[in-house]
């Protein structure tokens, strides 16, 4: 006697898995539109599909069909207007780098906190540094909130590291002042350590940007994604400034015509970190001129204020746990003169 073939169940497809459908919208021309709902068992393709009528019921939209890179992609060509193009470039790297593996090619109707948890943990596990992984994240969750608005995103960072940062000495400044002392490098450390200006301030000044001992700063060298450098207006409005230095800085300068220093802010600290190591100095950045000048403002009681003011910086959070980096030297004799103090309570 022949078998009997097994029933098919009302709504399985071939592969075992539930189709359910619901009725999205109807046209101008009266047709009928379905959204479908996949899973492996019928309970939860009709869960997927109760979720969904929930959801449009409450105004929330779907997330684009888009896979994550793409997100991101448009994303930036979105911001490319509006974005620099040193951060188009840091951006872009990220996106090629991080963002178009697995992760960068998961739909984002698939995306949850837990693949995207996941992934932070393998960043965090390769070795990047806290900071590096909160800019890569920073970047997703951005695109994140103009394609897919609905996912509220609960993910844990790996907890930060605090920097290990030098802060030079007057006595490394005077000697590494020594050691470039007529070349174009020393006019930029004149204008980082005293200023303090930053590398593309710096490399974006012109004779026409000084006027007896005030330097004004309006406009900044970077580069773009396509590795070649523009100058353009500083990236926020507490950039803008005029900075007052001392006679013998703007003793150096004059004479020069147009363009002050002539090379980009990538030569520049080439050349520093050689000369550091020919100084005989221990290992800082030029970047950390920036903080040598904060730091001896602080130490001789300047006010935060005028800190914030002179150096560009729109808040004093930064300033505050980065630049606030007391000189060793100071140090010293703050520690002696605080023990000094304790020795005249004990022998009372």
């Given amino acids: 006697m022949e078998k009997k073939k097994p029933k098919k169940k009302k709504n399985a497809l071939p592969s075992g898995s539930y189709r359910v459908q619901v009725l999205d919208y109807v046209d101008a021309d009266g047709k009928r539109h379905y959204r479908s709902f996949t899973a492996p068992s019928k309970k939860e393709a009709q869960m997927l599909a109760e979720e969904w009528k929930l959801n449009k019921k409450k105004g929330i939209k779907e997330p684009v069909d888009l896979t994550v890179s793409e997100a991101v992609e448009r994303y930036l060509n979105a911001k490319e207007g509006v974005l620099s193009p040193s951060t188009m470039k840091a951006y872009t790297s ?6 178009s593996g697995k992760l960068g090619d998961m739909s984002l109707r698939k995306l949850d906190n837990t693949s995207i948890q996941v992934w932070v943990s393998d960043l965090t596990k390769s070795g ?24 509220h995103l609960k ?20 000697k590494l002042l020594e050691n470039i002392q007529g ?14 200006l930053r590398r593309g301030e710096i490399c974006a000044l012109t004779s026409s940007d000084i006027s007896g001992c005030s330097i004004t700063v309006s406009k900044s060298m970077v580069q773009g994604p396509d590795r070649i450098w523009y100058v353009k207006e500083p990236k926020t409005y507490g950039s803008y400034r ?4 001392p006679e013998f800085v703007i003793e150096k300068l004059s ?7 002539k090379k980009t802010p990538e030569q520049i600290s080439n050349s520093f970190k050689h000369a550091v190591i020919r100084s005989g ?10 903080h040598y000048a904060a730091s001896v403002m ?11 003011q002179r150096g560009g910086w729109t808040s004093d959070n930064i300033m505050k746990s980065v630049y606030r980096n007391t000189i060793d030297l100071e140090t010293v004799r703050q520690t002696k003169k605080i023990n000094q103090h304790f020795e005249k309570i004990k022998n009372v």
């Fill in 281 to 290: 100095l221990p290992h800082f950045r030029f970047h950390d001129l920036r």
């Fill in 94 to 99: 990220i996106r090629l780098s991080h963002l």
């Fill in 128 to 151: 990047l540094s806290p900071k590096t992984i909160r800019n890569i994240y920073g970047l997703l969750n951005a695109s994140l909130d103009m394609f897919a608005p609905e996912l």
């Fill in 255 to 261: 004479g020069i015509k147009g363009r002050i220093i």
């Fill in 298 to 308: 602080h130490a001789i009681g300047v006010p935060d204020q005028y800190i914030l």
């Fill in 242 to 245: 005029t900075v007052i230095f």
């Fill in 183 to 196: 070349t174009e490098l020393e006019l930029a450390v004149l204008l980082a350590a005293f200023g303090p």
């Fill in 155 to 174: 993910v844990q960072m790996p907890a930060k590291r605090k920097p290990e940062l030098y802060c030079p000495s007057d006595e490394d400044i005077k």
